[in-house]
């Protein structure tokens, strides 16, 4: 694992803790390195008024929005599972929106087990803004 792998999971492993996850009481934690090496975090974030809440991932993708940066060069997320939990349908899709197909998004618990997935796995056939043009 190279320094800024470790970066970023540790990144993801330390917001997870921040997570406010008082009804499921299972907390999330995301972080995505920019190409230009910053990282950006986020937890889930859970309403009362269910599904008013905000995923683990779209919180890591709005504060690297919020930043000025649009590239997603890698992603890890993070949770107390018995195996790797894969982004929600939704974050699938925000996923793909600022990140190419071949990006890695690696899928991790807290007890260690990891496994990694391109985005074109994550999320096959994605509708992207190729199919927008001349509609």
């Not at 970066?7 to 907390?27: C, G, H, I, T, W």
């Amino acid at each position: 694992m190279t320094q800024a792998d470790t970066d970023l999971r540790d990144a993801a492993r330390a917001v997870r803790e921040n997570a406010y996850a008082p009804y499921s009481r299972f907390k999330v934690g995301a972080a995505l390195r920019t190409p230009s090496g910053r990282v950006f975090s986020g937890c889930n974030v859970e309403n009362v008024a269910y599904p008013e809440g905000t995923c683990a991932e779209a919180g890591a993708i709005a504060a690297m929005v919020a930043a000025g940066e649009t590239r997603i060069a890698a992603a890890y997320v993070v949770a107390d599972s018995s195996a790797p939990v894969p982004p929600c349908g939704g974050c699938r899709q925000k996923i793909a929106e600022f990140a190419d197909p071949d990006v890695v998004v690696t899928l991790a618990t807290t007890a260690g087990t990891e496994t990694s997935l391109r985005v074109a796995e994550l999320l096959p056939g994605a509708f992207g803004a190729g199919h927008m043009e001349g509609a």
